[in-house]
């Protein structure tokens, strides 16, 4: 499972309930934040991830994709600089940081979730649901 498909899978499950469940539909401007920024830390990830190290340019370009299309073959080029990588890795470890503490306080809201009535929730929506 790619990196974007794991980050999306996360998001779906995390709005579910978010969507669903009163006590905890304070979360969704946190999920909205934390989507957005966990898009942004899968593009800066597979700058490094899929990038071709093997050739790198004095001033220091490295080819990270390469695009075909109608005028032909254009190929993608970052600047990487020891400044640049560790502002990409401290945007990635603070990212994690935020999806950390969304989760603890996702779990400590679910704790205090009426089930009987999220179950009588469903059923409205799909009868054939059994608790």
Do not use: C
Not at 8 to 34: C, F, G, P, Q, T
Not at 35 to 59: C, M, P, Q, V
């Amino acid at each position: 499972m790619t990196y974007q498909r794991k980050q999306n899978l996360l998001v779906k499950i995390y709005n579910h309930y978010v969507r669903s469940l009163e006590n905890i539909s304070h979360l969704k401007a946190d999920l909205d934040k934390i989507e957005i920024k966990l898009i942004e830390s899968g593009i800066r990830r597979n700058r490094y991830a899929h990038a071709d190290f093997t050739i790198i340019s004095k001033k220091k370009y490295v080819k990270v994709k390469t695009k075909s299309g109608k005028d032909g073959v254009r190929h993608i080029f970052v600047k990487f600089d020891q400044e640049h990588m560790e502002s990409d890795l401290k945007f990635v470890r603070d990212t994690f940081e935020e999806l950390e503490n969304f989760n603890d306080k996702f779990i400590d809201s679910m704790t205090d979730t009426d089930w009987e009535k999220y179950d009588e929730m469903l059923r409205n929506i799909s009868p054939d649901i059994q608790s």
